[in-house]
């Protein structure tokens, strides 16, 4: 083979592909090795909104825009404000991360930023082929999403989809120290979905309708979701949107790792690295990325036991559980969130707890569609 164009190309600029390529550039053991990040977009605008909980410093600490110690739950029957103890619920807006990021590996000679969609990676000749150029390496690190996920008769799969606004309000509503995780007071009809708000001060807040549902809905449907819960339960007469975002993330059981090979890792939502049951995936991203930088230096393949079976099981029956009973969602979540503490919730989404921990959670959850799923996985 040709000496190839460069060492690794990581194909997506997103939060992925950044995190992986800011800890190869931290990192001596890969200095002097040219990597390429080829994405199609600029990355400048602010697209998401990534929030996590830690109950330590952490790497991008100094990218929080807010931080919060305690949590709200609502649903049509219970309120309960958690308080999150040594944890904090942290936000992030993604252009200040991408800004950030790009800023430290432009200071790299290792990095080159290329502006192309790849549309293919051929792992017989190491190449990466896109609409502009074509680009080889030694290994590819891809977070391209394809739609193999949605061709599996096996596999379970909601979307997390939503809309939210950053709104003003002249009246003070919001109460900056405490977030809404999730209030089901207001749902599209037998569904799972809720709203979710990150208070900013009490004249501003990021209000976002979220369904975890196995179909999509229209655009005007989050727009009448959002007004309709400003008006009637927030009781607002007024207000500004002076930002807007929406998303949609595959909440799936998908075995995506079984795309990863030699020469490709898949990365990001593309390598299922989105947190199936929750759609979280800041953190865990970041452990994955330590993960393969633990294995490329112990002379593994980058993808080596990046995945836990036990808790991509748990995912993968409560996936199954909202699949065929949407409207279970409320319910399940109210057990969740009023039966367990706060520290073991985390823990059990960071996939930290043990076994009879796991167990004891389950059992707060249990309803008989867990039976049925239990079997139709097995």
């Given at each position: 083979?040709?000496?190839?164009?460069?060492?690794?190309?990581?194909?997506?600029?997103?939060?992925?592909?950044?995190?992986?390529?800011?800890?190869?550039?931290?990192?001596?053991?890969?200095?002097?090795k040219?990597?390429a990040?080829?994405?199609p977009?600029?990355?400048?605008?602010?697209?998401?909104?990534?929030?996590?909980?830690?109950?330590?410093?952490?790497?991008?600490?100094?990218?929080?825009?807010?931080?919060?110690?305690?949590?709200?739950?609502?649903?049509?029957?219970?309120?309960?404000i958690l308080?999150l103890?040594?944890?904090?619920?942290n936000?992030i807006?993604?252009?200040?991360?991408?800004?950030?990021?790009?800023?430290?590996?432009?200071?790299s000679?290792?990095?080159v930023?290329?502006?192309?969609?790849i549309?293919?990676?051929?792992?017989?000749?190491?190449?990466?082929?896109?609409?502009?150029?074509?680009?080889t390496?030694?290994?590819?690190?891809?977070?391209?999403?394809t739609?193999?996920?949605q061709?599996?008769p096996?596999?379970?799969?909601?979307?997390?989809?939503?809309?939210?606004w950053?709104?003003?309000?002249?009246?003070?509503?919001?109460?900056?120290?405490?977030?809404?995780?999730?209030?089901?007071?207001?749902?599209?009809k037998?569904?799972?979905?809720?709203?979710?708000?990150?208070?900013?001060?009490?004249?501003?807040?990021?209000?976002?309708?979220?369904?975890?549902?196995p179909?999509?809905?229209?655009?005007?449907?989050?727009?009448?979701?959002?007004?309709?819960?400003?008006?009637?339960?927030?009781?607002?007469?007024?207000?500004k949107?002076?930002?807007?975002?929406?998303?949609?993330?595959?909440m799936?059981?998908?075995p995506?790792?079984?795309?990863?090979?030699?020469?490709?890792?898949?990365?990001?939502?593309?390598?299922?690295?989105?947190?199936?049951?929750?759609?979280?995936?800041?953190?865990?991203?970041?452990?994955?990325?330590?993960?393969?930088?633990?294995?490329?230096?112990?002379g593994?393949?980058?993808?080596?036991d990046?995945?836990?079976?036990?808790?991509?099981?748990?995912?993968a029956?409560?996936?199954d559980?909202?699949?065929?009973?949407?409207?279970?969602?409320?319910?399940?979540?109210?057990?969740?969130?009023?039966?367990?503490?706060?520290?073991?919730i985390?823990?059990?989404?960071d996939?930290?707890?043990?076994?009879?921990?796991?167990?004891?959670?389950?059992?707060?959850?249990?309803?008989?569609?867990?039976?049925?799923?239990?079997?139709?996985?097995?």
């Amino acid at each position: 083979m040709l000496e190839p164009d460069y060492y690794y190309v990581i194909v997506g600029g997103g939060l992925a592909g950044l995190q992986l390529a800011s800890c190869f550039s931290n990192d001596v053991f890969f200095k002097g090795k040219k990597i390429a990040i080829i994405e199609p977009t600029e990355k400048i605008e602010n697209d998401k909104t990534w929030c996590f909980w830690q109950n330590t410093s952490g790497k991008w600490d100094h990218l929080i825009s807010k931080s919060w110690k305690k949590a709200s739950f609502f649903s049509s029957e219970t309120e309960k404000i958690l308080d999150l103890g040594d944890y904090s619920y942290n936000m992030i807006r993604s252009s200040d991360f991408y800004q950030n990021v790009k800023s430290e590996l432009e200071a790299s000679e290792d990095f080159v930023f290329i502006k192309d969609r790849i549309e293919k990676v051929d792992p017989v000749t190491r190449t990466a082929i896109g609409k502009k150029n074509n680009y080889t390496a030694t290994h590819f690190f891809d977070s391209r999403v394809t739609d193999d996920y949605q061709e599996d008769p096996k596999t379970s799969i909601l979307y997390q989809h939503f809309k939210g606004w950053v709104i003003e309000t002249k009246d003070t509503v919001f109460v900056p120290e405490t977030f809404t995780m999730m209030d089901f007071r207001l749902k599209y009809k037998d569904s799972t979905s809720f709203t979710y708000i990150l208070p900013l001060t009490k004249n501003k807040a990021l209000v976002e309708f979220t369904f975890f549902t196995p179909y999509l809905t229209d655009d005007n449907v989050y727009d009448e979701m959002l007004g309709k819960y400003l008006r009637e339960i927030l009781k607002l007469k007024s207000w500004k949107v002076t930002e807007t975002e929406s998303g949609l993330i595959p909440m799936t059981d998908y075995p995506f790792h079984k795309n990863n090979s030699a020469y490709i890792t898949k990365i990001g939502t593309g390598g299922g690295w989105v947190k199936a049951s929750s759609g979280y995936s800041f953190k865990n991203t970041e452990r994955k990325v330590e993960k393969i930088i633990e294995n490329i230096k112990r002379g593994l393949l980058p993808s080596e036991d990046l995945f836990n079976k036990n808790f991509a099981r748990y995912d993968a029956i409560f996936l199954d559980v909202l699949s065929h009973r949407n409207d279970l969602g409320e319910q399940l979540f109210t057990k969740f969130y009023t039966k367990n503490a706060i520290e073991d919730i985390f823990r059990f989404l960071d996939e930290e707890t043990s076994f009879s921990e796991n167990l004891k959670i389950m059992l707060s959850l249990y309803h008989p569609e867990f039976i049925k799923s239990f079997f139709r996985k097995l």
